[in-house]
């Protein structure tokens, strides 16, 4: 199993164009977040939502490359929570709408910076990127404030 500085490691090969790197520390938490929100939509147990579900997993995966890494994506993602309910009690606009369209526009985003920095990962480093982007972020902000990762 790769670790974690494997991953970050790959992940920056393909982001070391200033202008990209920029454009994905606006669009990844975009895409973090409304991809929480569409799982928030999807309740295939009872109360339990998909985005719970897939979160538990994520959360267990990142645990065995960083518990650091680990906690600070349970913030993340709890922050993501707190925001999708204030958009609830807020918004007319259902939260599925709103994400769908983030996502879109975030996707985008990311499409033009990848065309900006010249290279591209192919579709499934893409996704596997979905679960690395994040944390990828976030262990710069824990190394600018001196937390080991």
Known sequence: ?????????????SHQNPVNKAIHWVCIPLIFFSL??????VRPVADFSLA??????????????????ALGMLMVYLLCLTGAKIWII??????????????????????????????????LKDLQF?????????????RKVGIPV
């Not at 897939?54 to 890494?69: D, E, K, N």
């Not at 979905?130 to 824990?142: E, T, V």
């Open 52 to 69: 719970s579900m897939v979160m538990i997993a994520v959360l267990i995966y990142y645990f065995m490359l960083s518990r650091t890494i």
């Open 130 to 142: 979905l679960l690395i982007g994040p944390a990828w972020l976030l262990h710069f902000l824990f």
């Open 90 to 123: 807020s918004f007319d606009i259902p939260l599925w709408q709103m994400a769908l369209t983030v996502f879109v526009l975030a996707w985008i985003g990311q499409f033009i910076g990848h065309k900006i920095e010249g290279k591209k990962p192919s579709f």
């Open 36 to 41: 929480v929100c569409l799982l928030l939509e």
């Open 1 to 13: 199993m790769k670790t974690m500085q494997n991953w970050f490691d790959e992940y920056a090969e």
